[in-house]
Every structure is written in structure tokens, then in C-alpha cells.
């Protein structure tokens, strides 16, 4: 019963496969939205535009404008506004990857030098999206179980991806989708998808076989090994996702935020919800005690 009473059927525009909402730049803001609420009313109690752009510097002009507008548009119709996960982006305005962690303080470099040690003891392989090897089953439930372990140790959770999402898109040749694979003395112990698209290197999953991956400090490993990669394809940004800011931050990352805007049916808890939304706001609260 209480459960029944705290779980609200919703409806969810956007995605969680991709890092922003997609808004057509030639949307019709007003119309779109009232046609979406018009639609929404007759199905759900909450209505969640995920993850709208917030002028972010990895869009162009006309896509931070759209964003912008359905932002105004959504916030004139009623939505409450909450920011989103700070998404962590690198610029390539270096030449090399040692020139990048001159960046860093003296105590942080020492500290992923250290860690980087263990790159030595590693085997890494890089594999293009579409290969023959990624046509092999077993190879394939090898790396979605690498993804099972990395998903149940989160503790956020998105959407749990299936073993046929990640079949299709390790088979897709179109997909400029690079693989990249990390073995311990012959075994693998983690691996990274990322994506190049519109000059951008974009980090987006990882899977990882504990605790080897951790004795090997697999996360700073993978990390460097996508800046250089980046470099050598001579990109203009790396986008290291979501989630763990503090590590990020730790790494020299950036970072820009998403908002969502939520529209509650019943007035009177729009009303509550509107006065308590700074409490959902996870990564703005921790960034406004670690300001960078």
C-alpha cells in the first residue's frame, strides 16, 4: 500500500542512452509543449522532460537556443525546474597528455603518476564497432557481464541496458564506436565504449571485473588512455559522462548541467514538490561545497 501510495506512474520525455534531450532546433516551443500536456494529462500523475540542455558549450549556437526556449516555455507553463547531473567534459586545448596534467596540482600529479604505474602490468586492445570479433556470443556475454558488475555496484541506477542493446550496438559499423579493452595477464578485466561524434570523444560505458579492475586503478588508466586517444584523432572535447563529480573534478574535468522540468497534475503538490526541489538536486549541492 505504501508503496502504491509513493510510486506515481510517469511520463518521461527523453532518453537515458543519450547525454541531453534532443530538441529540434526548429521546434515549435508553445505548441509542443501544450499538445504534449494536453496528451500527458489523461495517463500519468507526473510529466519529466529529461536532462534539457542548459546552455552547454559542447552544442552549437542554434541548439543552446532551442534548449533555451523550451526551457522558458517549459518554466512559463508550470514546469518546475530542477537541475540535473553535472556532466564532466574535458577541452583539448592541449598538446600532449603530460602538458594536461601540468594542469593538475603537485599532489594530484604525483597521485596519478602513481596510479599509472599499473598500466605497465596491462595489455589494452582497441577494436572498432562492427568488427568481426564482436560477432562472437561468448565474447559478448563476457563484456555484458563486465557492464552487469559495474551496474550493481552504483548507486545510481538508470535504466538497466540489455545484453540485445549492446549486441546491436557492438555490431553496428556505422556507429564510429571504438572498444576499448583492458587484460590482466590474459584475462580481461574491464573495457570502455566511446563514440566520436560531431568532434567530441564521447565516454560512454564501462564495464569492469572486480577487484582486479580497482588493484589496477582501471578507471585513471581508461581515462588517460582516452585523452591520448583523443588527441591522436585530434578531437575537440572528451565527455566523461555522468555520475562520480568528485573523482572528475579530481581528474581536471569540467563539468555543465542538465535541467529537468517536471510538471505535477495535482496543483497542490506541484505547489510542495516546487518548495522542495532543491533537495533532488544531488551534484548542484555537491558543487556548491567543492567549488571548483
Known sequence: ?????????????????????????????????????????????????????????????????????????????????????????IPIDFESVDEYLSRLSSSRRKDIRRKMRARADLQIDMMNTGCERLNKAEFLNELYDLYLNVYKQSEIHFDKLSAEFFSNVFKDKSLDGHLFLYYSAGQLIGFNLCFVHNGMLIDKYIGFRYPAAREHNLYFVSWMENLAFALSRKLRYYVAGWTDPKIKAYLGAKFTFTQHAVYVRNPLLRRILDKLSSHFEHDRAWFAEHPQ
Open 1 to 89: 500500500m505504501v508503496r502504491q501510495v509513493l510510486t506515481w506512474r510517469t511520463l518521461f520525455w527523453g532518453t537515458t542512452v543519450t547525454e541531453y534531450l534532443p530538441v529540434p532546433s526548429q521546434i515549435d516551443g508553445p505548441a509542443s509543449v501544450e499538445s504534449m500536456l494536453t496528451t500527458w494529462r489523461r495517463s500519468s500523475r507526473l510529466c519529466v522532460l529529461k536532462d534539457i540542455p542548459n546552455q552547454s558549450p559542447l552544442l552549437t549556437e542554434a541548439e543552446r537556443i532551442a534548449a533555451a526556449e523550451l526551457i522558458e516555455v517549459c518554466k512559463n507553463t508550470g514546469f518546475i525546474l530542477i537541475a540535473g547531473q553535472a556532466l564532466a567534459y
